[in-house]
Nanobody, 122 residues
Framework: VQLQAYGGGLVQAGGSLRLSCTVS????????MGWFRQAPGKEREFVAA????????LYADSVKGRFTISRDNGKNTVYLQMDRPKPEDTAVYYC????????????????WGRGTLVTVSS
């Protein structure tokens, strides 16, 4: 299984940005999917996750109401729509895939993509 995250870049605070993560090697419907991020000098933290069925999503309190996770199984892609980002959202964002007992836990995921850098300017 390979994951490829892309769509990062520089965005102004209050703007919007959409990250994408494409899965290859297996169909997306096989996995729960998560987005995590890691800021300089900090540990990797949970951002959002979505169950295989797509019916259950979970968000970190810091992004709830601003970020939206979704999946397009036909395109084998999961998205993270970032609306009204803040400078503190600046980080490298990673997507992850697995059958996750706890979708907010980094340890639940075996498969990770390379990160994509998001920089939010004030």
């Amino acid at each position: 299984v390979q994951l490829q995250a892309y769509g990062g870049g520089l965005v102004q605070a209050g703007g919007s940005l959409r990250l994408s993560c494409t899965v290859s090697g297996r169909t997306l419907t096989s996995y729960d999917m998560g987005w995590f991020r890691q800021a300089p000098g900090k540990e990797r933290e949970f951002v959002a996750a979505i169950r295989r069925s797509g019916g259950i999503t979970l968000y970190a309190d810091s992004v709830k109401g601003r970020f939206t996770i979704s999946r397009d199984n036909g395109k084998n892609t999961v998205y993270l729509q970032m609306d009204r980002p803040k400078p503190e959202d600046t980080a490298v964002y990673y997507c992850a895939a697995d059958l996750a007992p706890q979708i907010s836990n980094t340890g639940s995921y075996r498969y990770w993509g390379r990160g994509t850098l998001v920089t939010v300017s004030s």
